[in-house]
Nanobody, 127 residues
Framework: QVHVMESGGGLVQAGGSLRLSCTAD????????MGWFRQTPGKEREGVGCFSGRKGSTYYPNSLKGRFTISLDKAKNTVYLQMNSLTPEDTAIYYC????????????????????WGQGTQVTVSS
């Protein structure tokens, strides 16, 4: 069992930035993939970024490339999601998830390959 917890959500104006944090009680991120997802009522869950611990690579959907960035602080067992140029369409509950399969497969963005999830953190972008 891996415990995952997000923090850093809040209210931000359009055009602003926000950094979300995700802590996971893992020995090393090298053995995990870490994913960031978001969901709004009535919409399917959307993957916004994935980090492959084995490859040390990050992956993003084309629609978010350049605005969202994943980074790690291994000493703190923390994964960050930096979000820039936010718009009201980015309003959602954001989730962090961990997978013991340390790669971001082609289907990572659906989230089904991630068994360990945090409780989510609300991000609201005002216009």
């Amino acid at each position: 069992q891996v415990h995952v917890m997000e923090s850093g959500g809040g209210l931000v104006q359009a055009g602003g930035s926000l950094r979300l944090s995700c802590t996971a009680d893992v020995w090393t991120f090298d053995d995990y993939a870490m994913g960031w997802f978001r969901q709004t009522p009535g919409k399917e869950r959307e993957g916004v970024g994935c980090f492959s611990g084995r490859k040390g690579s990050t992956y993003y959907p084309n629609s978010l490339k350049g605005r969202f960035t994943i980074s790690l602080d291994k000493a703190k067992n923390t994964v960050y999601l930096q979000m820039n140029s936010l718009t009201p369409e980015d309003t959602a509950i954001y989730y962090c998830a961990a997978s013991g399969y340390p790669y971001c497969s082609d289907s990572w963005s659906g989230g089904s390959l991630f068994p360990y999830w945090g409780q989510g953190t609300q991000v609201t972008v005002s216009s």
